[in-house]
């Protein structure tokens, strides 16, 4: 199997992290990747789809794309999304308060959403 970033095993395709912030998740290939000449297009097609579904909540403004690749080497995708109320901060620094409390929770809907999401794109999703 293949051993992705995080240590977790799987024989899916890709992996998805999820936050304490409702909708946030890191989405990475299962196998590593330390370059975008070797990311899957499976893997942008599903950050696309994910991205979509948040976009489509009435209680979610944005969804932002964040690569970064230091503390991990791999390659892997932040979808973070920005509520409605949350006007005052934006970009970077919402980003980077998304382990301050208290954050936007997961509603079963968006949870609902997520296990659909996972199912049809080949992604094994695990809490942080």
């Not at 992290?17 to 590593?32: A, D, F, K, M, V």
């Not at 079963?108 to 695990?126: H, P, R, S």
Request: proline share 8%; hydrophobic share 40%.
């Amino acid at each position: 199997m293949p051993n992705n970033p995080f240590n977790i095993e799987t024989t899916l395709p890709l992996v998805a992290i999820i936050g304490n912030r409702g909708g946030y998740i890191q989405l990475s290939p299962s196998h590593s990747v330390e370059g975008y000449n070797q990311l899957p297009l499976a893997c942008l097609e599903a950050a696309l789809a994910w991205a979509t579904v948040l976009e489509a909540q009435p209680t979610i403004a944005r969804c932002y794309w964040i690569t970064l690749s230091e503390a991990v080497k791999q390659l892997h995708i932040h979808l973070y999304p920005r509520y409605t109320h949350e006007s005052e901060t934006v970009g970077i620094p919402l980003f980077e308060a998304r382990n301050t409390e208290p954050q936007p929770s997961w509603t079963t809907d968006l949870k609902d959403a997520l296990n659909q999401w996972a199912k049809t794109y080949g992604v094994c999703v695990i809490e942080a």
